[in-house]
Each structure stands twice: as structure tokens, then as C-alpha cells.
């Protein structure tokens, strides 16, 4: 039986009554094809003292789905609230569990962000399923109080050159791309990558910002008996209906229509009409909890905000206006139709709110209001369709200890160290390895897509792409702003995930440090395979355990996150992909630094030092189409050293340009400051080779951790180097920049001039997505 | 040459965000009476010749590249005649 | 002086244009679109954006929203009207300006640093311009494409209603690597790229000197306003 | 309720990119023998009923809103038998 079979097949428009549920026992109910197991099913039946009506069913299903509850994951992400000292709440305004973790960044100003998955919905319409994974991160942060300002997109796709890949990059590029910005929202950030391993199931995370004033916090629940429940925004049609459900719990390999569920469209108009209707709302005081309409729909908004205030509400079901008038109850309650917020609001304010609301256009209707049962009830047309304890909805639902089973096939994978592999000693030979590196689908440029992201709306946009991280200023008086970076390296965390937690949070931290900022919190959306398959838990296991502890090491707090399981094609799951999100704060963005160097004769220094760590690296991938042994090494305390380093560079303007050394190495890293703004440099590696004992291959492709080339102007040469000698931090002088030369020159190694370095990095994605015509 | 025309509509009960921005404009310019507007696309295929084989082939263009089976539902196809012009 | 700015369902741009009229000296007034009110001011901004998702066509459903009666009657009684991105659609769409725009031919939404060549230094809003200058403006649009038919083009060429044009690079197939048109009069100008991202250091195009410090945009606001003082 | 149907399509002497992209795309997969794709628009408009006055009236906004005379023409104008669904 499919779904619409449930909604639409016994006593069809005639709803399921709690008196006819109490009358009729027996009745059999399609518990299964919604996504539920028997035990979940009886555990339901068990609750309520009877079988549930089709509408109950329909809200448990969508609420105990894994995507809604968390019901695999939830006993490890507790690790997150419980591993912080006072330092790391001392800035936390709103924690893990709200719609999104609310930061105090001074001066009376607060930052809220948070990244969320759209995967399996861009993949079966990705455009439409980028660009409503938008629409939804962004309504969570509305939903704190806060305007939203910014959006990063976290982007995974199939192999390069796989004849569909095409398909879904050019539909989730043009679907985020429509979307932000129609919102007027600045994309200052992201991730490109191509694998085969996303090949049947892309990842489109997308990030998103907000700002607000420490008053203007709000949060999701319904407090105050006789206050009215409203829902204003879209109005309510058949889109994704039980989407949430059944997309969470299955994968959908090749497993025929009946399982392929309607996607949502979006309307960024209306969001965007939408975010300033809130706003307003906000500042004239006239909603006391707000919630956004997401995943679950009505389901999950009448329930979370009655679970989390008073614990009862009465909703007229009927009262909802349709887009489609021939949805039935259930369906309603289902309904995942998009740009739709769900408000309580005083009585004696309701008028004022509906005066704001009518300004903009935005169409509303009161379905009901918040009682002191203790139960959500919830009529159609007069008859009693829903009445459940709403805490049993939204937060109790099942928690479940799944096996984990160390991978079988993990010890030989980390046995096979790229070490062994030969690398190249002649000039002739590293430069070819180093443009092939520069132009491999990975590491070249992406401005193919970024150009397609407005990074100028608002104003505030102190640093983008391609940067290592966005910066935006908060406050235009005093300059205060935040720097946001989001990283994952799937390669490593295949090899083992623990470390590769650690290090996608080393990277993203180290990203934020060298724009100048002080990182402060962070945020994660962490993508697996199957969590029934134990070694898919392990894997999951092992990355919530280091990133929490890696989080407690640098004393900065998870506030929120996301987890997306049921990525994998058949049964082969994804690597393990947690993108881990990093918030830093900075006083006065007039500080920030840029990746590249832009002035003549500053020189050129390599923070920390080189071992030869080439697993797991781009290097052994994309020459050696290896990917083996153990990924590098992060000392958290070195990342945390490095980045009050650059910070005292950066507030006493010592630093020119910082660029931080990840994927490819300090190769790739040099060749994008060059490109930065175009200007050369004559570099050595002699120090690095004598001091750390390693070739120039290795100097020049390993992708050893705590490492940032910084450049610095000649006058502030001495106290640069003093800066470094009293911190202890390991540097060399590894060059200067040089207009003139017009090339990357690595002495006695090779040079590369600026235009081939050029056609090498940006010829890439415009040669197999089409030319663009920017440059 | 012959001209196959091909028409490709939203799916009813998804949302429409075009016809709905228009549907506001017109009761917002006073114009009475327009329920709904909802906005798809027409295409005007010029082909060497029509037959069965073309039709065939159109339909299946139509389903596959012309519209997005998951959103949108093809409405009509039919052929222009060519003395005619559109 | 005091220079409305124009909000509609779906601006975007709307802040940081009256932002831009504040550093250069003026004083921004927020308007309304629902409104016929034009509270005084001397001079409008029809901002960036997507007005009602620019739907139908770019800018078609806000032509016909209230305030455009009241800029478009204004318009033709000589008060300086700048339309940008949006606000230029929006002024084709409401006949102000000759043309149309549509998608552009590549396809894509484009944001790029863009050099145009101010062609006509004499209208109300470039007078702080030499003929012929070249600066940079941001540019970010997805129906970008100017086009008009040839008698049309023609006129406008003849004219000097051709206020700007694409250099290096045209964005978006625009014919005659037209950026931005005016009104025979020079008081209503329309273009594409956005002149009030360029008007903060720290926050604009890159130049050769420095990050983000281009203000070429600032020009824009300041012709106006001194032209209001000449008055 | 009656439906009335608006077509709209780009100006024949003006470049319809989107349609070169179909027909681009056409080519590139091998499909021959489609010399042309231009896209346009098809409104429908669900109204109360149907008279002179509403078909005149329809004809204007044709014109004026549904349309941009510079680079659109209006194709066709017709009304749906309301008892067949499109
Ligand atoms: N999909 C995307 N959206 C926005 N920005 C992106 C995207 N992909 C890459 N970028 C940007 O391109 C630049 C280079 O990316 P990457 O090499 O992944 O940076 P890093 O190695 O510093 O993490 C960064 O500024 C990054 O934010
Ligand atoms: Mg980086």
C-alpha cells in the first residue's frame, strides 16, 4: 500500500475520527509503507490506549522518521551539549536543540547559523531541491529572531566526467543560485567536490546566517493558554507529502515510482516577502513563539511548539488554506509545501499582527490555540482527527542503540600507505604534477559557480570566495563582524573517521584564523550511509565522539547540526562526509586578511612544518588514483597557537595576506595566491627540504596540518618574525612577491607564468559545464 | 517547414509561484473575476517533415527534455499548420 | 537633498542604495511601493532585486504598482530618476526608457566586477563623469540582456542615450554592448550593473591599489546632488 | 469554471536563448531534424465566465501585462471547453 492509498482509501474524504479509532481497533493500518516498524507501530498503539487515526499515524510516522528524529543518531549527539566547560558556554545564548544555535558576539549584536542536507531531494530534482534546502536553513534562522545575511553551499557530486553529473550540477548550481539570490542573501562560501561515491546521491548542504539584536531572540514554543496558533506564509498544497518520511528512511535506489514522492517547489519571492514580514513582526513585539514549517510540516510545528511550551494546543485542521482543495486531513498534516511559518500570538495583539501580515501581502489564517490539556487536539470540520500528548510526537519518540561493527575492510585500507608511491624528483616531472593538481576537477577554480552567487547584496561582505573564509560585518558603526568556513574531507574520514573529524575541524578553524578572526562556535551536518549498517555506525560513532572532543580541546561549542543518513547508491554508502562549520569574530572587519598577496616585494612565510602525510591526499588521488593508509596528523593545540598567532598579526596589521594549507598542499595554496589578485612570486623550498627532512615532492604536495603561508610588507618584517619567535610557532621565509616576473617561480624546481597558471586553475569546470562568459 | 507545437504546464497541485505573483497583480490592479493564472510554457518545434515516427519521437521529447515529469505535466502536443504562421 | 529610494515586494538592493545616497551626502527616503506618496523628494531610486520574483518578466508586475504612476508622472516632469538592475527593467517595463531586457544568453545568473565606459556624461546622474571615462561597477543579473529593434537602437545610438557600455567583456549578449540607457531629457537613467556596491571602501570591486576599495558608483549619487545644488 | 488560454511567444526576428539552448541540446543528443525550438509562454486563467466584454478585456491585459509588446508577440487567445480538464 502506498501512502496516498492511506490518505485516500478508508472511508476516503471521510476522516479517520478518535471516536471511530476507539470504535474500530482491529483496523488494519498502513504503518509499513509509512515508514514505521511494527514495534514503532505498537509502541504508538501503546501510548495512545488505542490504534491511532490515519491523521495520528500520518504525525507519528513524519515525526519518528529518522530525518525528524534523530532516532539513530540522537544518543550520540548528546556528546555535543555535554562536553563543554564554562568557556565554551560562556558566549552561547541559544544551545543545541533550538531551531538554531544563537551565539553573542558583543556588543549587544548575536549570531545565529546553522547548515542543513537537501540531498536525496537534488538528486531526484535538483534544482528544485537545492533551492528549497535554501528555503528551509534560512527559515530556521528567521525562526530565531534573526535576519538571515549569508548562505555557504556544501556541494558533492558523482565523478567529473559521468554523463549525469552534468545534470545535477548545473540544476543545484542554478537552483541555489535562484534561490539566495532572489532572497538577497550573499553566498560567501562552500565546497566543491567530485566522487564517484556521490555519484547516485549528491550532498547539497547549505548554511545559512543571521544577525539579531540580543532582545529580538525568539524561540519555537507556545506558551500562554488562549493565545492564537496562526499560520501565515504559502499556502498549503501537495508537495513532498510524506516526503519526509519516506525520504529519510529508504534509500531509493532504483526502487520504481511508487516510492519517488513529490518534490517541493519554491517560491523565494515568498520567502523573501516572508523574511520581512517576520522582522517586522519581530520589532513591533507581536509574536510571542514563532516556528518555521519544514520538514513535517504542520505536524512538526503543532507538535515542537507544544511540546516545548505549555503542552497543549486546539487546531481547526479546515482552517488551513489550500492550494490544492482537494487534500485530505492527513495529507494536510503532511504537507512539506514550503515558505510557511506557524506564529503564537497574544489575543489582544492579533489584530496588529494581521495588519503587518496584510502589508506584505502574506496570506494567514488563525487555526486555533494554545490550551493547558496537555494534549494536541486537533479537529477537521468539527470532529476530533488527532489528540495525543504532543511531547510523545516531537521529542519522545524511539531512541535506538544501533549495532556498530568495526569495518572489515578498514585495516587493509589504512595498511596501504601512499608513501610507497613514487614521486616525482625532476623539475619537469613535479611541475607536470603540479598543473595537473592545479587543473583537477577538485582543486581547480570554481568560479563557475560562485559567479553565479550574488556576494554584493547587503553590503556588508567583507571577504568571499575565494577566500578561505566569508566574513560579513555585523554592525556598520563599530566594523564587528563574523568569519564563517565549512569543511569535510570525505577521503580522510574514509580512512578513518575519528581523525578525519578532527581534521575537517582543524581545517575550517584554521580557514576562519587566517581571515583574522577569533573562531567562537561551530556547526555540523554530518552525511553517512545506512545507520543500520553497523559499520555505517561505526563510522558515525567514531566522528561524533572526536569532533566532540576535538570541540571540547579547542573550548568551542556545537550549537546545532544536522544529520543526514541514507546516503549511498545500492549499498554502497558515501564516504563519511561530516562538513564541520566554524563561526569566528572579529572586532573590526577593516582588519580582515585576504588568501593572496597584492603588493610587491612583502615576503612570503610558511607557518609550521611538512612531513611526509601524502594518504588520503589529492596528490596520491588525482596522480595516483590512490586512496589509502592514514590520514595526517592534527595537533589541536598547534591549530589553536597558529590561530592567536594571526590574530595579534592581524590587530597590529602585520599580515598582508594568509592563505591556509589543505588539499594539494603548499603547491596548490601558493598557485591560489598567485591568482589571488595576479601577482607573482619567486619562492625556495631549500629550508623547508633541510629543516623537515623531506623532498621537494613531499615539500611541495603533502597536506600536513597547522600550516599557513603568510605574506608580510618588508617594514614589518622584524616584528612579524618577532611575533612568531616569542609564540614559538615554527616558520621559514620561503620567498617574496614579485610583480614583475608575472609567474610562480619555485627556485630550481620549475616556473609556471601567470596566464598558464590561470588557464590551468580556470579552465577546468567551464570546459565541461559550458563557457561562461565572465573572463 | 512544419511547426509541432508542445504545451507543458505546472502540476496543479504544486505550487505555481509565477501564475501566483500574477494573480496578485491583476486583483491588485482591480481587474475582477481571474481565480487563478497559472503560467507554463510553450514550444514551437520547426521540423522537417510530420509523421508518426516524428510524433513518437516528439512525445517522448516532450516527457523527457521538454518538461520535468516530476513537476510539470505536458498538456498537448499539436501540429501548426504550416500555411499559417504562429 | 533628499532622494527617495523605492521598497517593493522583492527589492533587495533597496538599502544599500539608500546607503549609498547617505555617503555621498544625501538623504534617503524610504518609499513605498503600495503608496502614491512620494513624500517630497527630489530625485528617485528605483533599486536592485526581484520584485514579486520577477515572475512574469523582469520588472513587469512592479511597473504597475501605485508608486510607479507617481515616478513615472515625476519622470516626466524632469525629477532625476535612476533605476538599477531591477529598477532599470522596471523602467523599460513602464515605457520611461526605450527596450526591453531578457534572459541573458548565457543563461546563468552573472556577478561579476564589471568595466563599462560612461558614454554620456551629461545626464542627471553622471555629470560627475568625463565623457568616455571608464570604471568599474559590479554587476549581478540574470535578464540582463538589453535589446531593442534596429530603428530603435539607432535612435538611442544617435541620441546619446546610450549612457553606458560593456567593456572588455559584454555580460550577457546586451546589443551594442549597452549598459545603460537615459530618456531623451538625461533626468531618467537605467542600467544594469549596481553603482551603490561601489560606494563604501572595503565593501566594492577590487582595483589594482587595493582590495575591495573601487567607489566608482559613488559618482552616481554625487552628479545628482550637486547637480541639485546648481539649481 | 472556464479556462482562457494565452499564448505568448518571443519575437520571430529576436533570439530566443533558451530556445537555442533546447535546440542546442536536441542536437547534441543526437536528435535530427529539428530545425527550431523557441519557447513562450501559455497563461491560463480560470475566470468566472465567458463573454465579449471578458475576451476583450483578456485581450488587453493580453497585450499589456501578459505580454511586453518590444520583444513579445500575443499567438493566440482561446477558451478551454471547461468540461475537459487540460
Ligand atoms: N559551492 C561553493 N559555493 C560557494 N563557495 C565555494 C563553493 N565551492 C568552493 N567555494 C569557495 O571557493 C574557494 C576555494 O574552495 P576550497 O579549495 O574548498 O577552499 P579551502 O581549501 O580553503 O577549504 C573558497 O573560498 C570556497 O569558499
Ligand atoms: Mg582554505
Redesign the pocket.
Known sequence: MTDTELTKAPGSHIPDTVANAAATPDREQPYGALGLKEDEYLQIREILGRRPTSGELAMYSVMWSEHCSYKSSKMYLRQFGQKVNDEMKKNLMVGMGENAGVVDVGGGWAVTFKGESHNHPSYIEPFQGAATGVGGIVRDIISMGARPVAV????RFGAFDAPDTERVVHGVVSGISFYANCLGLP?I????IFDPVYQGNPLVNVTSVGVLRHEDLHLANAKGAGNKVVLFGARTGGDGIGGASILASDTFSSGGPTKRPAVQVGDPFAEKVLIECCLELFRDELVEGIQDLGAAGISCATSELASNGDGGMFIELDKVLLRDPTLTAEEILMSESQERMMAVVRPDKLDAFLAVVRKWDVETSVLGEVTDTGRLVINWHGEEIVNVEPRTVAVDGPVYERPVAYPSWIDELQGDSAAGLPRPEEGDDVRGQFLRLLSSPN?AD?SW??NQ?DTYVLGNTAL?????G?MIRVDEESGLGFAI?T?ANGRYCQLDPAQGARLALA?AYR?VAVTGATPVAVTDCLNFGSPENPEVMWQFSQTVEALSDACLEMEIPVTGGNVSFYNQTGTQPIHPTPVVGVLGVIDDVAQRIPSGWQDEGDNLYLLGTTSLELDGSAWAGTIHEHLGGRPPRVSLAGEKQLAALLRAGASESLIGSAH?L??GGLGQALAEAVLRFGVGARVWLDEIVERDGVDVATALFSESTGRVIVSVPREDDVKFRGLCEGRGYPVARIGVTDKESASLEVQGVFTVGLEELRAAHRGTLPARFGATIAE | MPTIVVEVMPKAELLDPQGKAVTGALSRMGRQGYHEVRIGKRFELTVDHVDDAVLAEVKELADDVFSNSVIEDVVSITVLDNTVSA | MRIGVVTFPGSLDDRDAQRAVRLAGGEPVALWHGSHDLDGVEAIILPGGFSYGDYLRAGAIASLSPIMTEVVDAANKGMPVLGICNGFQMLAEARLIPGAHTRNAHQQFIRRDQRLRVENAATDWTTGFTQGQEITIPLKNADGRFIADDETIKRIEGEGQVAFRYVGVNPNGSFDDIAGVSNERGNVVGLMPHPEHATEPGFGPDTPAAMSSGVDGLTFFTSVIQKALVK
Not at chain 1, 555557504?152 to 556541494?155: A, C, I, K, T
Not at chain 1, 568571499?464 to 578561505?468: A, C, E, I, V
Open positions: 555557504l553551499d556544501q556541494l553566498n562560501g562552500g565546497e566543491t582543486l570554481k559557480i560562485t552567487y568571499s570566495f575565494p577566500d578561505d566569508g568556513a569543511d581545517e580557514n591556509d589543505s588539499d
